[in-house]
């Protein structure tokens, strides 16, 4: 008997191995997408595109979002500034005095500095039409107040997936879930895919220490599954809504940067893919209710 026992339990282990890899290779073929991403190249164009927001005695993140000669534009939250005086610190460690141009645009937190400078630096591409999913990969970076898990220059990049994709937004905007370790001080900084996209802003990290409801923008409450999974969820605003927002005010850059090199460091994403995916179906069934 114990080595029947013995016998079901290894013949159902191997069976379980089986079949995970089965469907891993399932999703990786059938998904018809590249999972092989350049990081080296990502960690150096996020932070070319990425500035410091220094608001009076706090901070913040930013993405150079448009150049227009020696002006150029930052794209942040607005509730990263909370001061009178703005100033914007880029990869060259040249801090530049801001002016802030629009906030809070359709209550959206979001927010736009603009400031002068003679160097030349890098934007970033939005991707307002880009199709994103549940499951894909991300990229987010800022400069968190907290030190221990950044560059020298107090940069943090970080890699993970998108966890929940609301139709409805939450308050302030919020629409793109994800499960990068967003930290306080990270507000405003750039959420890329992995060609080096910016398909969203950071402005929310998971599991708030008051912890309570994010109510949807319109005030009324997501249902209890997806509260779970927003509770649990870092929190960016859509490249489309950036562009709804301030496409008529600025002239942004759509023009595709490609970082994908199968040459350097794979991230497997095709079987985390799939259970992103099935616990954002999960969690949505109870709007269907």
Known sequence: MLFLVRFLTLFLLTFVIVQSRAIDAAVASNSGEETTINVAA?????????????????????????RQGHLYSV?????VLQSASYQVQTVDGQIYSATRLAANVQDNDLAVLQFQAARSYIVA?????????EGDLVIAVGFPFNRRHTDATGFKFTQGQIS?????????????????????????????????????????????????????????????????????????LPADTIFSVFGSLLAL?????????????????????????????????????
Request: proline letters at 5%.
């Open 253 to 289: 850059q759509i023009a595709p940067p490609l970082f994908v090199d199968p040459a350097d460091k794979q991230f497997d994403v095709s079987w985390h893919r799939l259970q992103m995916q099935q616990n954002a179906a999960i969690a949505k069934q109870c709007q269907d209710m």
């Open 164 to 236: 929940l994709l609301l139709n409805t937004p939450l308050q302030g905007g919020y629409q793109l879930g994800y499960t990068n370790a967003i930290e306080k001080g990270m507000s405003g900084g750039a959420v890329l895919n992995e060609r080096g996209y910016l398909i969203g802003v950071n402005g929310v990290h998971a599991r708030p220490i008051l912890g309570g409801s994010r109510n949807y923008q319109d005030g009324s409450q997501p249902c209890l599954p997806i509260q779970r999974l927003v509770f649990r969820s870092s929190w960016a």
């Open 42 to 66: 990502l960690k150096t164009y996020s932070r070319q595109i990425s500035v410091k927001v220094i608001a009076g005695d706090t901070s913040g993140s930013g993405v150079l979002i448009q």
């Open 75 to 79: 794209i942040t939250n607005a509730h």
């Open 125 to 133: 591409t939005l991707a307002p039409d880009l199709e994103v999913q």
